[in-house]
């Protein structure tokens, strides 16, 4: 499906998958959004590959993944310290 551009039909296995109540959908659905997002990486497709990556649960994967999420990642140390402050006195 990635090799010949199907996003929609990926988006659509991938939901099916996270329903059927398979044990471990997410880790699964994870790994088959990867190699969806790699193949297409390879193809010059890059434009393609951030609705995908929205889709991976697994915020190491995603970043992994050349999200656009790094920069709220990287400011997690500042939210956790600002709910420390404010939310846990």
Not at 45 to 48: E, T, Y
Not at 65 to 68: E, K, L, Y
């Given at each position: 499906m990635a090799?010949?551009?199907?996003?929609?039909d990926i988006e659509q296995f991938i939901s099916c998958v996270?329903?059927?109540g398979?044990?471990?959908a997410n880790s699964v659905c994870?790994?088959?959004l990867v190699l969806c997002v790699q193949v297409l990486a390879e193809k010059q497709?890059?434009?393609?590959t951030e609705p995908l990556i929205k889709l991976?649960?697994?915020?190491?994967r995603k970043v992994s993944?050349?999200?656009?999420l790094l920069p709220y990642?990287?400011?997690?140390?500042?939210?956790?310290t600002f709910f420390n402050y404010f939310c846990l006195c």
């Open positions: 090799l010949d551009g199907r996003l929609a996270q329903r059927s398979v044990s471990e994870d790994d088959v497709d890059s434009a393609d991976i649960v697994d915020t190491g993944c050349g999200s656009s990642v990287l400011r997690l140390p500042q939210i956790v």
